[in-house]
């Protein structure tokens, strides 16, 4: 199994700022992915971001809106930009398993409060 | 695309009740199927999984099989406790990409 760790666990931050959220693995990785969870719903792909190309966003979701960086195997971040109210979320970074059955590890993720 | 439904909720039960929660999936390829419980405040945990047809998983009294046949995937428990009360979501797995139904809300009332 992968050990995730992820900076900050939560924040509290004004309208307009913009928030970078950090993920560490113990293993080195291929594929990372980002996740939101809004309050009281489901978790929701962002992003799945390789390391040494460009992230791969879903639908409804922007580079713009959510840079996203991969500089080496075991290390991510996720920035959410020019916040609203509206990202107010979870959001959670997570990493294929080793063992080839599909498995997802996930990290702890990131309280964001967007005053 | 994938998708995941999940029965809705919430769900109230008496203690050592017997739970079910339902799940559907479509896929196009050949998905791992897994349960995924979330407490309150805390994150999300991996409850029990099956890679193939046929395969049940199993954790803490809780039992799901994969039916490829209806497409199925649903949540079990013989006898419900009071700590069990979480937010349960179903999900599958391809390629290292989840898609995650709705969850459903259960609370286990002593």
């Known amino acids: 199994s992968a050990v995730i760790s992820q900076k900050p666990s939560r924040d509290i931050c004004q309208r307009g700022t913009s928030l970078t959220i950090q993920c560490q693995v113990d293993?080195?990785?291929?594929?990372m992915f980002w996740y939101r969870q809004q309050p009281g719903q489901s978790l929701t792909l962002i992003a799945t971001?390789?390391?040494?190309?460009?992230?791969?966003?879903e639908s409804g979701f922007v580079i713009d809106k959510f840079p996203i960086s991969r500089p080496n195997l075991t290390f991510s971040t996720l920035t959410v930009s020019n916040m609203s109210p509206e990202d107010s979320s979870i959001y959670l970074c997570?990493?294929?398993?080793?063992?080839?059955?599909?498995?997802?590890?996930f990290g702890p993720g990131t309280r964001l409060t967007v005053l | 695309g994938d998708s995941v439904t999940q029965m809705e909720g919430p769900v109230t039960l008496s203690e050592e009740a017997f739970l079910t929660i339902n799940c559907t999936y479509t896929?196009?390829?050949?998905?791992?199927l897994f349960w995924y419980v979330q407490y309150p405040g805390e994150g999300l945990q991996l409850l029990l999984k099956?890679?193939?047809?046929?395969d049940k998983g199993s954790n803490k009294g809780f039992e799901a099989t994969y039916r490829k046949e209806t497409t199925s995937f649903h949540l079990e428990k013989g006898s419900v406790q009071v700590s069990d009360s979480a937010v349960y979501f179903c999900?599958?797995?391809?390629?290292?990409?989840?898609?995650f139904g709705d969850g459903t809300t259960l609370t286990v009332k002593p």
């Open positions: 997570s990493v294929p398993g080793l063992a080839g059955d599909n498995e997802q590890f």
């Open positions: 293993s080195q990785v291929t594929m």
């Open positions: 971001a390789n390391q040494g190309s460009e992230a791969t966003y």
């Open positions: 896929a196009t390829g050949y998905p791992s």
């Open positions: 099956a890679t193939k047809a046929d």
């Open positions: 999900a599958l797995s391809d390629r290292g990409k989840s898609t």
